[in-house]
């Protein structure tokens, strides 16, 4: 959340959409491997689009174990740009 708001807010839709997006990604990665958790393969995505009134729908389907792996998702919207943003650790042995 704190990633997508600092990144975007303020922001109008432009060309600077796919830095954005590289950026988001980026810095969720790092901000997560501060944490040091052992043994997670760590996979982020970010998906930036612009607001003209349409719909969108971000899904995702993994096959992993709902034991130890899990995900975490953020929106983001404002008048000129959306944003996702999905987090998920896959745990490695």
Same mark, same amino acid.
């Given at each position: 959340? $704190?990633?997508?708001? &600092?990144?975007?807010?303020?922001? #109008?839709?432009?060309?600077?959409?796919?830095?954005? &997006?590289?950026?988001?990604?980026?810095?969720?990665?790092?901000?997560?491997?501060?944490?040091?958790?052992? #043994?997670?393969?760590?996979?982020?995505?970010?998906?930036?689009?612009?607001?003209?009134?349409?719909?969108? #729908?971000?899904?995702? #389907?993994?096959?992993?174990?709902?034991?130890?792996?899990?995900?975490?998702?953020?929106?983001?919207?404002?008048? &000129?740009?959306?944003?996702?943003?999905?987090?998920?650790?896959?745990?490695? $042995?």
């Amino acid at each position: 959340e $704190e990633v997508l708001n &600092s990144v975007l807010k303020g922001k #109008r839709w432009s060309d600077e959409a796919t830095v954005w &997006s590289v950026e988001i990604c980026e810095e969720i990665k790092a901000r997560v491997k501060e944490l040091n958790i052992p #043994r997670y393969k760590i996979v982020v995505q970010a998906n930036v689009g612009e607001m003209k009134g349409q719909g969108a #729908r971000v899904a995702s #389907r993994c096959l992993w174990d709902t034991e130890t792996d899990n995900y975490a998702a953020f929106s983001f919207k404002n008048e &000129s740009v959306w944003a996702v943003a999905m987090v998920f650790g896959c745990y490695t $042995e």
